[in-house]
């Protein structure tokens, strides 16, 4: 192994060093228990009337923010990226969801004013 190759590995081990076995399944385990508790929501509270479908919905789409949140900055290793990169990907998601909001906005707009 020649110390260029030996220099890259070191960077590449050193990008990903907050990865380790304990914590893949740390976060494993998060993602089940939010999983598990959307379908205590969906098999046993919703179907008793114990909560309303719009709380439900709001619980569901909270959720499973936090199921993405995980995914993205563990498995996809965004946590261990530099802020720059964090902050365009956060701010590009910021204006994706504002434009869908306006899309949806407008268009629900024009369609009852046509008839």
């Known amino acids: 192994m020649s110390a260029e190759n030996t ?3 070191l960077e590449h081990a050193g990008e990903h060093e907050g990865m380790t076995k304990k914590k893949i399944w740390q976060v494993f385990f998060y993602l089940l228990a939010i999983t598990t508790l959307e379908f205590i929501i969906a098999l046993y509270l919703l179907p008793k009337d114990y909560i309303g479908q719009g709380m439900a919905n709001f619980a569901y789409i909270i959720l499973t923010l936090v199921k993405a949140f ?3 900055a563990y498995f996809m290793h965004l946590k261990f990226e530099r802020t720059a ?3 365009g990907i956060v701010v590009s998601l910021i204006f994706i969801v504002y434009f869908i909001i306006l899309l949806l906005t407008e268009g629900s707009y024009l369609g009852v004013h046509m008839n």
Request: glycine letters at 0%; charged letters at 20%; zero cysteines.
């Open 85 to 87: 990169l964090k902050t």
């Open 70 to 72: 995980y995914i993205v």
């Open 7 to 9: 220099h890259e590995h």
